[in-house]
């Protein structure tokens, strides 16, 4: 449980920030975020999670307490240098839109005199990194979608390769779609690079579903909780904090466990390819969704997965209402979402809930169908997950949301879901 | 008497090349040094709110001066010299210009000042690199009109002799002879058209960015 990470690589001690006009954003805070996690700071606006992020490359100087990066008292760096060495990530890209999207890369890695050449080169290097082709290198940022400009955004922070990064509500400004897609980028980065990343948004989603820890702040800048997303769902410190984590908390713990770590069993599928002649299809013997033992609807056989001559699921066929003639592909199939064991516990619940035979379709890597799970095992797995999780989570009594900090490391979430 | 005695053209290319040279190293000179005196003060303006009205208030109030009354009060500073027009001149160019180069700096997007000085530049690589390249294009409207403007006020100092074209004006004037003063207006005009040509492009060479407007591909 113990970290092997345990150096603090950023410290809050005892920090607050008043302002002249008499407000706080940051309030005696305290905080150590640990070399190599990703720490979200989630808030509603006003809590001071932007003012606590900005401390940190000092765009924002503390009125009292002190900020260390890598045990080093952040006041005694020059700005300037210090900033060179923690990447930064904020709200709308802030590329600049005189340069192009190579030369915005290269900022960091020209102002530490690497040279124009190098410069370029590495930032051709890190825009492949975040999945932009080379065309784009030339372009200028008003040229490129919204998702592309934080992906360069992301691409400039990691330029020079620093230790730290900071992103401050990075995705706020893009749709829902591409927001997902920049969050898995981000977590696939951050399984590469292990960079410290503090990360700053008021989706609650978007902390479950990147941090290794998160941070609950309440206005006034007030830490409420520090802790795994894991525990944090399960022993919120306080109505605060449940309630900031809403309604529900149980299904987005299920989200952080996948099928595959959760160890879902399932049971062979007889499906139906989709060549077959209608004429050969019985109405019996179809799916069982859970080895036999479930009865009622859903498993009596009506529903069957039809499979495409390669094997892979591609919607439920109602055994009650095939054509008249044809082959099995003629039929009216629902639709059906493969699940792979990289999907989490809460996609199949859901996918549960809309499939007409109540069960899933589970899937190997390569798409092929492995087999069903039913709803109530589904549910069984998840309620025993659940328990689990909250066990793993150590009571989080007074004061222990700030002490257990240590403990509480970036192997959490595997840890938790292992059990 | 009013019609244009087309014979003087051909007798006096040599004057009017040595005038419009003549017209060109004021107006230069005045829009220039304009230019090195604005920047500093808009830089300050925009930074230090403050001072900001003073600023622009002092140089509005310098352009209210009437421009022959400037001439008559820096004779007795600079004497009857090439510097009394270029001076008078390059305090007219100060309004428009400290006015366009702070709205230009205004114009600039917080994000991309932020991000620079988040990225490790100091403050005045941030001006330099960052600040003044975005502000440029409201920066060069300001100079285009000043470049204009002082080329058209180059004739008034001809009252001290150094009124380059406006030279041909008094000329005129005082032989009630108008083909000079035609050629005078229409060389003025054409300098003018040809400074603001010449400054068009030197925007477009130097804003790349602004060329590809169309989004994505």
Known sequence: ?419 | MTAIDWAWFPDHIGDMTTLTLDHLSIAVPAVLSGLVIALPLAVVAHRVRKLRGLILGASNVLFTVPSLAFFVLLLPVTGLTRGTAITGLTIYTLVVLIRNTVDGLDSVPAHAREASLAMGSRPLRTLLTVELPLALPVIMAGVRVATVMTISLVSVASYIGYGGLGQLFTDGFQRSYTTPVIAGVLLTLLLALLADAVLVAVQYLCTPWARHRTKGA
Not at chain 1, 113 to 134: C, F
Not at chain 1, 217 to 229: D, E, M, N
């Open chain 1, 1 to 419: 449980m113990q970290s092997g990470k345990g150096h603090r690589m950023i410290s809050f001690d005892a920090v607050s920030k008043h302002y002249p006009n008499g407000t706080t954003a940051v309030d005696d805070l305290t905080l150590e975020l640990p070399e190599g996690g990703l720490t979200v700071l989630v808030g509603s606006s006003g809590c001071g999670k932007t003012t606590t992020l900005r401390m940190i490359n000092r765009m924002v100087e503390p009125s009292s307490g002190t900020v260390r990066v890598a045990g080093r008292d952040v006041r005694d760096s020059d700005a300037a240098e210090l900033r060179r060495s923690i990447g930064y990530v904020i709200q709308q890209s802030g590329l600049f839109p005189h340069r192009t999207v190579l030369d915005n890369v290269a900022t960091v890695p020209l102002l530490l005199g690497w040279g124009r050449q190098k410069s370029r080169s590495r930032a051709a290097e890190l825009l492949e990194r975040v999945g932009l082709d080379a065309g784009s290198a030339k372009r200028y940022p008003h040229q490129l979608s919204g998702g592309q400009q934080q992906r360069v955004g992301v691409a400039r922070a990691l330029a020079a390769d620093p230790p730290v990064l900071l992103m401050d509500e990075p995705f706020g400004a893009v749709d829902p779609v591409v927001r997902t897609q920049l969050q898995d980028e981000l977590l696939r980065l951050q399984r590469d690079l292990r960079k410290t990343v503090v990360f700053v948004t008021h989706d609650i989603d978007e902390a479950v579903r990147l941090g290794d820890r998160i941070a609950v702040f309440r206005t006034g800048g007030r830490l409420v909780q520090c802790a795994p997303p894991a525990q944090l769902l399960t022993r919120p410190a306080d109505d605060f904090v449940a309630g900031f984590l809403g309604a529900e908390r149980g299904l987005k713990l299920l989200s952080l466990t996948t099928l595959g770590e959760a160890a879902v069993p399932h049971t062979p599928a007889s499906p139906v390819r989709t060549d077959e002649p209608v004429s050969g299809i019985r109405t019996d013997g179809g799916t069982r969704t859970d080895g036999g033992k479930e009865t009622g609807p859903g498993t009596d056989g009506r529903w069957r997965i039809a499979v495409a001559p390669d094997g892979r699921p591609v919607g439920w066929l109602d055994t009650e209402a095939l054509p008249t003639g044809g082959t099995a592909g003629d039929a009216d199939l629902l639709p059906l979402r493969p699940l792979h064991d990289e999907d989490s516990l809460l996609a199949a619940l859901d996918e549960s809930l809309t499939s007409p035979a109540r069960a899933v379709a589970r899937v190997h890597g390569d798409g092929v169908l492995a087999g069903v799970t039913g709803r109530a095992a589904l549910h069984e797995r998840a309620a025993l997950h659940h328990a689990a999780a909250a066990m793993e989570a150590e009571p989080a009594g007074d004061e222990s949301h700030l002490d257990r900090q240590d403990s509480a490391d970036t192997g959490a979430r595997t840890a938790e879901a292992g059990a």
